[in-house]
């Protein structure tokens, strides 16, 4: 069999990122369950990161595409937020277990674990706009 007429393979990073995405989309899912148990609604768009997954590990292009509008949003959103705290003073920020608080972060590991979200979407973005990548969801299926 020639490498023409092998099946369309993803890269391992593509892999890591859809694994990512679906991740990120259960545990959507479990703080969407978690709050009805507590009697809250909570719309929660991140559960939609198991669709991307999947779609990412399908090559569906317009999965692609929600991958990357989320990726975006988390290149936008995540230094906007560490301005905001910086600018306020009030870099107050505490960790959850099961919607019940556990405790409270310092500030600089709280702003490191967010510097560190924002490599991550740097690099997912990287990843979904590799020439390689973008030719597996609009390449001609064999």
């Known amino acids: 069999m020639s490498m023409v007429d092998s099946p369309k393979q993803a890269p391992t990073a593509l892999k890591v ?12 899912c479990l703080d969407v369950l978690l709050s009805l148990l ?21 090559f569906r292009p317009g999965w692609r595409s929600w991958a990357l509008v989320f990726t975006w949003l988390e290149l936008v ?18 960790v959850e277990v099961l919607g019940q608080r556990a405790g409270e972060g310092p500030p600089a590991i709280v702003a490191l674990f967010f510097v560190s979200l924002f490599g991550l979407a ?11 990548v973008i030719e597996l969801f609009y ?4």
């Open 38 to 58: 507590n009697s809250h609604i909570n719309i929660n768009l991140g559960m939609l990161g198991i669709f991307i997954g999947r779609g990412l590990l399908r």
């Open 122 to 132: 740097i690099w997912q973005y990287r990843v979904l706009t590799r020439r390689d």
């Open 17 to 28: 990122v859809a694994v990512l995405f679906i991740i990120s989309g259960v545990c959507a």
């Open 139 to 142: 390449a001609p299926s064999t």
């Open 77 to 94: 959103l995540i230094p906007l937020f560490l301005a905001i705290a910086a600018a306020s003073g009030d870099f107050h920020s505490y």
